[in-house]
């Protein structure tokens, strides 16, 4: 599974991208915050604020319940504001 990170996400975790491959119990969006938030305290710290992040898998939003699978691309950026 390719991992993409965006603004804090990325200044937090301290890498922009990654290659992972989840345990086979994470089927679903939430379950993959768990287990990356359990992977250090960096990544702990990036999704700490789980509820602002927004998630995109292979390029389109999704909710917590969406499923990923091993070859997925799964993004992770806060909210966007401009003008």
């Known amino acids: 599974m390719k991992l ?3 603004a804090w996400v990325r200044t937090n975790i301290g890498k922009a991208e990654e290659e992972l491959s ?3 119990q994470v089927r679903n969006v939430e ?3 768990n287990w990356l938030a359990e992977r250090g305290p960096n990544y702990a710290a990036a999704l700490d604020r789980r509820n602002m992040i927004k998630v995109a898998v292979n390029q389109e939003y999704v909710d917590a319940d969406a499923l990923v699978a091993p070859g997925d691309e799964v993004a992770l950026f806060p909210p966007v504001t401009g003008g």
């Open 31 to 33: 379950q993959l915050l």
């Open 22 to 24: 989840p345990p086979p």
């Open 4 to 6: 993409l990170y965006f």
